[in-house]
């Protein structure tokens, strides 16, 4: 049972444009979500972060949005640039301590020149 | 700062064979796993230690052995090697088990013809 999904696997998005990538999760558990990114022949990288306790984080480019009562979240990144091609990884976790990360499965984010 | 380094980067082994992947972090991270990564089903835990001496199963954990002598180090063994065991594995560590940010070593392509 996938508690944590990412129903998008590939997407495209002309650079300078907004790209959004979603995940939705199962398990009303969890209550702290990451983000991560790979590129090829990399291992995943963290990214952004962000609590039950908030709806919204914002770093830079990057922004996560959290919506508890849908259970779901989503990264923007704006602008987009080309270094932004690689593979988001949505993550969660739960909040008794030593919790091990649950991970969707990826959406691949194409930038198109 | 080498961060968690992986060996080897490729591997081809038979049906029944062993062998050992090797991780090792010189950030002084007292948690550390390994996860595989398979098409469609995103990052799965296998084994994990919150320090020297102490592991426990992950998500995933049949067909594998780790051990923790020391903190820096963290072998992953594949016992008798199966074509399901065809995967890209990953060591990750962070400072502390509660801590979600995990860092990753590049990645070990692993074939099991």
Known sequence: DQQVK???????VQEGRISILNCDYTNSMFDYFLWYKKYPAEGPTFLISISSIKDKNEDGRFTVFLNKSAKHLSLHIVPSQPGDSAVYFCAATG??????????????????? | NAGVTQTPKFQVLKTGQSMTLQCAQDMNHEYMSWYRQDPGMGLRLIHYSVGAGITD?????????????????????????????????????????????????????????
């Open chain 1, 6 to 12: 990412q129903n998008s696997p590939s997407l495209s």
């Open chain 2, 57 to 113: 199963q992950g998500e995933v954990p049949n067909g594998y052995n780790v051990s923790r002598s020391t903190t820096e180090d963290f072998p992953l063994r594949l016992l008798s090697a199966a074509p399901s065991q065809t995967s890209v594995y990953f060591c990750a560590s962070s400072w502390d088990p509660n801590n979600e940010k995990l860092f990753f070593g590049s990645g070990t392509q692993l074939s099991v013809l």
């Open chain 1, 95 to 113: 909040p008794f301590g030593n919790e091990k990360l649950t991970f969707g499965t990826g959406t691949r984010l194409t930038i198109i020149p």
